[in-house]
């Protein structure tokens, strides 16, 4: 079955770096970019940007730009979000899905930024 | 960049109401219009794609419709299971981008 596994939580400080991975399986890893979305407490759904599987494109959201990395390993099949600077804007759930329609999500990760 | 919105941002009915909720994009956009449902503390799921398209494994009392720049999300009738928020997203272009959200409860 297709799968999408993320790290799990972490708590950072505000200044630093996050890096949250996102394991891919039950399909060709190839075949469909991950994009990434972040839902800070209760608020609603952010898209944070899209990486391809299949060539070196991204493409980030213009409020990420300059702090934002996103990779695909396909050797591991898992993608990577590397968000840098981090405060405490940055507390949400980061979530991993497959496609452009988000038909697959990963289970998402916390990342709480607090001094 | 193209923005959505929804209305209302919440709505209250009652258990068999037939439900709608719009999304209106800032400029009319392609049949790239996903729609998803977030009940609480759960991971999104995506209901409808390419407008109209029913996710496999969807209940068929949801329905999507629209084009150009209104689109619509409809439950035929309500269920205490879909008690959520419904987000729809454009995902034709770099950035996607979601709608705020709307809130569904039973009354």
């Known amino acids: 079955q297709i799968q999408l596994v993320q790290s799990g939580p972490e708590v950072m400080k505000p200044g630093a770096s996050v890096k949250v991975s996102c394991k891919a399986s039950g399909y060709v890893f190839t075949t469909y970019g991950i994009s990434w979305v972040r839902q800070a407490p209760g608020q609603g759904l952010e898209w944070m940007g899209w990486?391809?599987?299949?060539?070196?494109?991204?493409n980030y959201a213009q409020s990420f730009q300059g702090r934002i990395t996103m990779t695909a390993d396909t050797s591991t099949t898992t993608a990577y979000m590397e968000l840098r600077s981090l405060t405490s804007d940055d507390t949400a759930v980061y979530y991993c899905?497959?496609?452009?329609?988000?038909?697959?999500w990963g289970q998402g990760t916390l990342v709480t930024v607090s001094s | 960049d193209i923005q959505m919105t929804q209305s209302p941002s919440s709505l209250s009915a009652s258990v068999g109401d037939r439900v709608t909720i719009t999304c209106r994009a800032s400029q009319a956009i392609s049949n790239s219009l996903a729609w998803y449902q977030q009940k609480p503390g759960k991971v999104p799921k995506l209901l409808i794609y390419?407008?109209?398209i029913l996710q496999s494994g969807v209940p068929s009392r949801f329905s999507g419709s629209g084009s150009g720049t209104d689109f619509t999300l409809t439950i035929s009738s309500l269920q205490p299971e879909d008690v959520a928020t419904y987000y729809c997203?454009?995902?034709?272009?770099?950035?996607?981008?979601f709608g705020p959200g709307t809130k569904v409860e039973i009354k």
């Open positions: 997203q454009y995902y034709n272009t770099h950035p996607q981008v």
């Open positions: 899905a497959r496609r452009g329609d988000l038909d697959y």
């Open positions: 990486v391809s599987t299949y060539s070196d494109d991204s």
């Open positions: 390419t407008i109209s």
